[in-house]
C-alpha cells in the first residue's frame, strides 16, 4: 500500500512530498538514524526517485494514507 509522506523542512516555503511503500515506522527509524548520526535522511519514492534532506534541518514528518485517485466531480446521487 502506497502513503504519501510530506516532510517540512526548516526556513523553506513549501513542504517535500513523497509516495513511498514504506511503512511509517520504518521511515520514523530512518530519520531516528540520520539524526543520531548527524547524516542525510533520505527516502526513494515508489518510482525509485530519492530526496535527501539534512536530518537536523527536519522540521515534521506527515503521514497520510492513500485512498487511491478520485475520478469525477463529486458524488452524483439518483432521485
Do not use: H, W
Not at 520504518?26 to 547524516?39: F, R, T, W, Y
Not at 537536523?56 to 514528518?61: E, N, P
Not at 492513500?66 to 463529486?74: A, C, I, L, M, N
Request: hydrophobic share 40%; no cysteine; net charge negative.
Amino acid at each position: 500500500m502506497t502513503m504519501e509522506v510530506k516532510i517540512g523542512v526548516q526556513n523553506a516555503a513549501r513542504e517535500l512530498s513523497v509516495d513511498t511503500d514504506e511503512s511509517p515506522d520504518d521511515v520514523l527509524k530512518s530519520l531516528e538514524s540520520a539524526i543520531s548520526d548527524e547524516a542525510v535522511f533520505s527516502l526513494t519514492d515508489d518510482k525509485g526517485r530519492t530526496v535527501a534532506v539534512p536530518a537536523d534541518k527536519v522540521a515534521y514528518l506527515y503521514f497520510t494514507a492513500d485512498s487511491g485517485r478520485k475520478v469525477g466531480f463529486g458524488l452524483v446521487t439518483g432521485t
